[in-house]
Structure formats: structure tokens, C-alpha cells
DNA sequence: CGTCACACAAAGGTGTTACCTTTGTAAATA
DNA sequence: TATTTACAAAGGTAACACCTTTGTGTGACG
């Protein structure tokens, strides 16, 4: 049965089981099934041409991230959005690539308005030279690609800085936001939140932070960061798609 | 095989995977197993006295969690530290209960410093009036408890005055920190990282943070609450106990 | 004799199936 | 309305066949 959608599962995966998470997680958090609602085992099983073994360890995962409940003779009951595990990755990656995106984009802007100052300031203490070194001179290429216009290139070199910052802080709570801040940074871009050229003073404001933590001035370093990130949020909440979503 | 400790964790949880799960994390998380070293499923089932579903299970979930990864051939690999999904609550807890509690706590008091005083803000903008009133309840609650010295009761309200505080600033990333949270104060007063009785700074501060929420001063919360928050983080990094772990 | 390559076999996760147990839920009954 | 009963669906076990990976052994070639 439903021979041709396992051969595409196994195909678009090395591991089934995956395919399948992905899939279920995406309908779950795009509010395809309502709250309360119970998906069986059976069902899923039927529906996705994978046997029951398969099917159980997807389910574990998804109660592990508390996108499900199981509940004996009911099945696999949706939970409220409110009981998700909202900071997990893979939540977050669903939610990005669901309806509620620009949602989504907010409340993890919000996120990265109050992580990343501590996290550059932090970085400012305890940075190695080459981490400050290279900082700066991200700095200067963000600036020169911002000009030219380079958007792509762009969007690397700002992750980069900011994966930099997270990991250079020592402290593995805000290392592990690391991806999260990655996709935003990609999916804001994607998602025409994004001036068509940054704007001078985020460029500014690059530069700054970088020159404050290569001097190991922790309090301008935050200070920096909290202007460029709230000018970020500022910015993302003024834009019309935003504001519609 | 086994018999005493399948019985066993079958009284212990009503899902035998739980138990395991437990104690894997901490094991894992506790260090007891090198990172690099692999495990296999034959030797855990018949360790746990489990069959080889319920083992997969857990592992499905130990992977999803990045503390092990599953290599055909040779097991499961145990990860090492940067890898893990270290904002999990169910990691976070391992880690609390296990060695390296007072540096968790390190880590996540910084991650406090970050959060609370923005969540305090957007509760002073968006809070119903009964939370606010609720917040002025709890403030003056923990005045009186904190002075008689009651650290249980104290304990109680402080979880609710700053899980109050994540619900109502209407951003669930923040929201989802609630539990963490929670435990990271049980934790500090468990471990003797809490004066016997909370410093009249910390209770102004209390004060100060509601009424600014009940007033709808979002700068006066998100400082009141900044001040509060590194007042607490001081504190720890002076006790001897968190300095030596 | 030493080294490199290729072939083969074993180990261990991956996926499937069948079957039994346990327990909520809901329907039927008193 | 309260209680019993039946059943559906998850929880758990067992035994397979299969596929990848990897380590090792053998042979060819230098």
C-alpha cells in the first residue's frame, strides 16, 4: 500500500522518519489540525505508507516537542500552541516556513533584542583576538556589499557577525540560539522585510559594535547592539507585510 | 533478563520510555559518558531491560535532543557538549540535577539578565489589569514573607510574580522560558546560592518592578527589573559555592 | 618485503510485521 | 443517574529481513 509516497519518503531522506517529522511538524504548527483534535497512529501510519514502528518514534518526537499528546484509546491529541516547545529549532523552522512567519519573525526579533546586547558585551570580555579581529573586518565587508548592493554575500557576512557574537560570549544559552538568529536573519531577507540596500546606519552600527568589542568595551558594545537590533525591530514592524501578518 | 529494574521502571512511570530517558539524559549530560563514545542499542535494552522498541524510542528523542547521534554500524554516538539543545527543559533539568549545577546556573541567571527586564516591559505595555493588581499582591506578599523569614512561601511567589511577568509580556519565546525559570529559582535556594533571607534591595526592587507594570512605565519595569535581575546574578557569582563549581 | 587496493564479512541501525497487554472512553445496562 | 462492560487505540515485546558502514584480509604490484 501507498507504495509510490514511501519510495518518495525514502528517497528525499536518508532516514524515513524524518520526512515524515518534517511533514507532520509543518501541518501541525500551520494550525492544520486544531487544538483538541486526535490523529491516531493508524491513520498516519496509512496515510504516510511507513509501518507502525516508524510512526511511533515521529509521534515521540512530536510529544517531545509538545506539538502532541498521546493519550491511550484517543490517540495523538494536538496541543494549544501555548504548550509547544517555541524555542526549539525545528519549531521555529516550521513555524518560519508556515503561515505565521511574519508572527514568528516579531516575537524572535524580540528574542534577539534582549539576547544579543548581553551576548555583545559578553563577547567584548571574553573574545579571543582573532574573534575581535575578524569582527572588524566583517564589519568592513558587510559595509562594502551593503553599497554595492550584494545581497546575498550580504546576508552571509551578517550571520556570520552575529553567530560570532553568540559564540564568543561563553555562554552556551546564547550559542544555542546561534541557528535560530541564522534563519531569521535568512528568512527576513526572503521575505522582503528587508530594505533593497541596508540602511547606513545599521552599517554604522555593525561597525561600532565590532570597534567596541575588539576594545573589550563591554558597555558600548551593548549599547551598540541594542540600537542596531532595536532599530531591526523597528524597522520590521513598520514594514506593511509585517504589519499585515 | 533483568527482571528488578524493568519492574521497576515500570512502577516508577506509567510510560516506561520516561524512565529511561531520565536516566540516560543525566548520564549523558552528566559527563559519565565521553563524548565520541558509542553506544549501542542491544547493550541499553538489555541494561534498561527494555525491548527494542521502547529503547529506539528514547534514543529517537536523546538524538533529537543532539545528545547522541545515530550511526549505522557503530550506535549511538554520544555528542559533544556545543551540540546539545542545551534550552531544552528536560537538558536543563539533567543538568540541574546533575554536577555542574552551579555553572547551569551561571549560564541561565546571564540568560535571565537578558530576558526578564524586556519581558517586565512588554508587561508594563500589554498586561490585563489583573495581573497588574496580581503583580502588587505578590510584591507586598514577599516583602512580608521574605522579613519572617518563610522561604518556601517566598519561594512560591516569586515563581508566580516572574512567571506572571513571561505570560503577560505576550511573547511566547519568553513565555516558553517560564518553567526554566522556575526551576533555576528553586535551584539557587536548593543549593544554598540564597542569603537565609532575601536582601531588602531584592524586595524593593520587587516593588518597584509591579508598580511601574501596574503604572504601564514599560522603561521603569524593563530597568527596575535589569537592576533586580544582575542584583541576583552578582549575588551568585559572589557565593563561594557557585564561584568554586 | 612493504604498501596499496579491492573484496568480503560482520556489526548494528533501519524498517516491517505480527501479536499481546493495558487502559481510557463511551455505550449499554441496571 | 450510577455502574458495568466492550472496545479502540496506545504501550510493549519479539522476530525478521535489509542496508550501510567499516574493519579486515588477501592479493597484486612496486
Known sequence: MAEASRDAARAAAPVM??????????EITGGQHAPGTALTLEHLQQR????????????????????????????????????????????????LDGPGRADQLRTLTDLRVAVEPLAAAGAARHATADVRERLCT????????????????????????????????LNEMFTALTGVIAEVLAGRTEHGLMPKCPR??????????????????????????????????????????????
Open 48 to 95: 504516510f505508507g511507513v509501518s507502525r514502528t516508524v510512526m511511533r518514534e515521529v509521534m515521540r518526537i512530536l510529544e517531545s516537542l509538545n506539538l502532541v499528546a498521546s493519550r491511550r484509546r484517543v490517540g495523538l491529541v494536538v496541543q494549544p500552541m501555548h504548550r509547544w516547545r517555541v524555542l526549539d529549532p525545528r519549531v521555529i523552522r516550521w513555524r
Open 138 to 169: 566583517l564589519a568592513t565587508r558587510m559595509r562594502q556589499l551593503g553599497e554595492a548592493g550584494e545581497l546575498d554575500a550580504f546576508l552571509a557576512a551578517d550571520v556570520e557577525f552575529h553567530a560570532l557574537l553568540l559564540q564568543a560570549c
Open 200 to 245: 547606513p546606519v545599521a552599517l554604522d552600527l555593525h561597525d561600532r559594535v565590532a570597534d567596541c568589542v575588539a576594545a573589550g568595551d563591554a558597555w558600548g558594545a551593548e549599547t551598540a547592539m541594542r540600537e542596531l537590533v532595536e532599530e531591526v525591530r523597528d524597522a520590521i514592524s513598520t514594514t506593511p507585510e509585517a504589519a499585515a501578518g
Open 17 to 26: 522518519h524524518g520526512a515524515v517529522l518534517d511533514a507532520l511538524g509543518l
